[in-house]
């Protein structure tokens, strides 16, 4: 199965996401901020990034643009999971090279679909 990386600096969303996905079978890695998330992206490089996007130092926004930039890390599909639930939101963080957008409170079927869209099978 695949190997995720959940960044998000809440513990209780990141327990939330992590159970969901390893409910499908994958394995989980995590960050706690978007810095620690393109650090551990970049060492580990995972398979597909869960992305919070309200966080301290550098948010996901900002983390998903250094991701997708970085040659070493571009082909890894990043999903944002946030509160933002603006169309402006969404088409900025799909800018930022996103290859989803998922809002919060999640929906655990959203999230597998989106995972099965993503994952190559």
């Known amino acids: 199965m695949a190997r995720i990386l959940i960044v998000d600096d ?13 409910k499908l079978g994958h394995e989980t890695l995590t960050a706690e901020d ?11 490089i995972p398979d597909l990034i869960l992305m919070d996007v ?3 130092n550098l948010n996901g926004f ?9 040659a070493s890390t571009a082909h890894i599909p990043v999903v944002l999971v946030t509160t933002k639930d603006q169309e402006t939101d969404k088409v900025w963080g799909m800018r930022q090279g996103a290859r ?11 999230l597998v679909a989106t995972l099965k869209e993503l994952l190559p099978a």
């Open 10 to 22: 809440s513990p209780s969303q990141l327990l939330g996401l992590k159970r969901i996905v390893e």
């Open 34 to 44: 978007g810095a620690a998330g393109v650090e551990v992206a970049k060492r580990e």
């Open 54 to 56: 309200v966080m301290p």
């Open 62 to 70: 900002q983390a998903t643009r250094t991701i997708s930039k970085d």
């Open 100 to 110: 989803a957008y998922v809002t919060k409170p999640i929906k655990e079927e959203e």
